[in-house]
T-cell receptor
């Protein structure tokens, strides 16, 4: 069964460092998303990406965040200068079409120290 | 008012019983509704989607939607200990990208 693949599974970084989280979407899916979940809290939307551009973003997704699909397969989330409060699980999700089911990857646990 | 509300639980049911999980939402423009299961430390796993009023059944799971009451529920029949997890309700407005999640209801199924 096709699945969304995320790497790394766990990343520890020092405050102020840049991190790149990677996702390989399900092959025929066109809509890509990043969500995050701070420990003990709800899953929160960060950004959606379609046709090589951002289609929607939340207030959380400020100038420190960026997304791209550099090689037509990987979908990446970059955090330029990490803060302690960026520590969370980051989930990539993909969907075949708008308004269809989104399937989540296994997540990357980001720990900022 | 929270956009998507769920009772945090835990909801404890005996093995073999029916578990009933409820969710209310505030945005009347919501058009798509989803139930995800999340085991501790894992990612959300899609269980059911429902788009129109009424019931939708898939195996032991039944999703129920009432748009007039802004209410969506998930019934799990013949509950198993492996069903023990947090169940997340998520809603989406038509033609928007983002899922709005509730905080989830923790279900415990005891033998």
């Amino acid at each position: 069964e096709p699945e969304v693949t995320q790497t790394p599974s766990h990343q520890v970084t020092q405050m102020g460092q840049e991190v790149i989280l990677r996702c390989v979407p399900i092959s025929n899916h066109l809509y890509f998303y990043w969500y995050r979940q701070i420990l003990g809290q709800k899953v929160e939307f960060l950004v959606s990406f379609y046709n090589n551009e951002i289609s929607e973003k939340s207030e959380i997704f400020d100038d420190q965040f960026s997304v791209e699909r550099p090689d037509g397969s990987n979908f990446t989330l970059k955090i330029r200068s990490t803060k302690l409060e960026d520590s969370a699980m980051y989930f990539c999700a993909t969907a075949r079409q708008l308004n269809t089911e989104a399937f989540f990857g296994q997540g990357t646990r980001l720990t900022v120290v | 008012q929270k956009e998507v509300e769920q009772n945090s639980g835990p909801l404890s049911v005996p093995e073999g019983a029916i578990a009933s999980l409820n969710c209310t939402y505030s945005d009347r423009g919501s058009q798509s509704f989803f139930w995800y299961r999340q085991y501790s430390g894992k990612s959300p796993e899609l269980i059911m989607s429902i788009y129109s009023n009424g019931d939708k059944e898939d195996g032991r799971f039944t999703a129920q939607l009432n748009k007039a009451s802004q209410y969506v529920s998930l019934l799990i029949r013949d509950s198993q200990p492996s069903d023990s997890a947090t169940y997340l309700c998520a809603v989406k407005r038509e033609n928007t990208d983002k899922l709005i999640f509730g905080t989830g209801t923790r279900l415990q199924v005891f033998p």
